[in-house]
């Protein structure tokens, strides 16, 4: 079916960037159902990527033990939606087997309800994920796409767009669990209160480096 393009490399890197400039990347209220869609929207035309996405928390991880769990590889779980949970397992599973295209693979084992919105995914969400952005960006974006629908252009899918849409998922999910571990704190003693608190103390650390690294690659895209 007919897809509706999406920018060139060097036109996500710029939009990427400013749009990092407007992201503070708060956790309220919660995750971002159009960033949640727009990961999974590029992880389904890409599978491979979750392969680079997981390399890049792990460089963030580096040998710090505590923040171990809270860079770990992206799972459902950075997903808010169960819809976009079980899409997202069934990508994982379909690009660690090794007998089908990955698409193919979705395509025989997802039920059909889940197929209907990998095809929403794969045509609408970057209409929706274009209304999120500042109305002066969202008019040049669909410009952009006019621009190349009228010379037929096939954009290439910029890597690092993806990947730093993701830090910024996982950022959003690191939040939402902060909160959540503060609120249990205060009911809790003893051993159970020091786990939360090492935990809180876990994610805080994680959302410092998500944070530099997003910087960088802003300033990166910026520079390009």
Request: charge should be negative.
């Given at each position: 079916?007919?897809?509706?393009?999406?920018?060139?490399?060097?036109?996500?890197?710029?939009?990427?960037?400013?749009?990092?400039?407007r992201l503070k990347i708060s956790g309220q209220p919660g995750q971002s159902v159009?960033?949640?869609?727009?990961?999974?929207?590029?992880?389904?035309?890409?599978?491979?990527?979750?392969?680079?996405?997981?390399?890049?928390?792990?460089?963030?991880?580096?040998?710090?033990?505590?923040?171990?769990?809270?860079?770990?590889?992206?799972?459902?779980?950075?997903?808010?939606?169960?819809?976009?949970?079980?899409?997202?397992?069934?990508?994982?599973?379909?690009?660690?087997?090794?007998?089908?295209?990955?698409?193919?693979?979705?395509?025989?084992?997802?039920?059909?309800?889940?197929?209907?919105?990998?095809?929403?995914?794969?045509?609408?969400?970057?209409?929706?994920?274009?209304?999120?952005?500042?109305?002066?960006?969202?008019?040049?974006?669909?410009?952009?796409?006019?621009?190349?629908?009228?010379?037929?252009?096939?954009?290439?899918?910029?890597?690092?767009?993806?990947?730093?849409?993701?830090?910024?998922?996982?950022?959003?999910?690191?939040?939402?669990?902060?909160?959540?571990?503060?609120?249990?704190?205060?009911?809790?003693?003893?051993?159970?209160?020091?786990?939360?608190?090492?935990?809180?103390?876990?994610?805080?650390?994680?959302?410092?480096?998500?944070?530099?690294?997003?910087?960088?690659?802003?300033?990166?895209?910026?520079?390009?």
């Amino acid at each position: 079916k007919s897809r509706r393009a999406v920018p060139s490399i060097p036109e996500q890197r710029r939009l990427a960037g400013r749009s990092m400039d407007r992201l503070k990347i708060s956790g309220q209220p919660g995750q971002s159902v159009l960033r949640e869609g727009f990961c999974l929207r590029l992880l389904l035309q890409r599978p491979d990527w979750l392969f680079m996405a997981n390399r890049k928390l792990r460089e963030l991880r580096g040998q710090d033990e505590l923040v171990g769990t809270a860079l770990g590889p992206l799972n459902a779980d950075d997903f808010s939606r169960s819809d976009y949970q079980a899409i997202f397992r069934a990508v994982d599973q379909a690009i660690m087997q090794d007998d089908l295209d990955p698409l193919d693979y979705l395509l025989e084992n997802l039920p059909r309800e889940l197929l209907v919105v990998v095809e929403e995914l794969q045509v609408a969400q970057l209409d929706q994920f274009q209304q999120g952005l500042p109305r002066s960006l969202r008019f040049e974006l669909d410009s952009i796409l006019r621009d190349q629908a009228r010379t037929n252009t096939v954009p290439e899918l910029d890597m690092n767009l993806f990947i730093s849409e993701i830090l910024a998922l996982r950022y959003s999910r690191l939040e939402r669990e902060s909160r959540e571990l503060y609120f249990m704190q205060q009911e809790a003693d003893g051993i159970s209160e020091e786990n939360h608190h090492t935990a809180i103390e876990a994610n805080r650390r994680a959302i410092n480096l998500i944070h530099l690294t997003l910087d960088r690659m802003k300033n990166f895209a910026r520079d390009r």
